[in-house]
């Protein structure tokens, strides 16, 4: 139970990062 929500923390925290780049990156290419 522990294991699992640890693992959904860290999938969130991962796509956010992922999403925070994702639109970095598409600033920079504007």
Known sequence: ???ST???A???T???G???I???LAT???
């Open 1 to 3: 139970k522990t294991l």
């Open 6 to 8: 640890l693992i959904i």
């Open 10 to 12: 860290i999938r969130n």
């Open 14 to 16: 991962v796509d956010s």
């Open 18 to 20: 992922l999403r925070t």
């Open 22 to 24: 994702n639109e970095a």
């Open 28 to 30: 920079v290419k504007q």
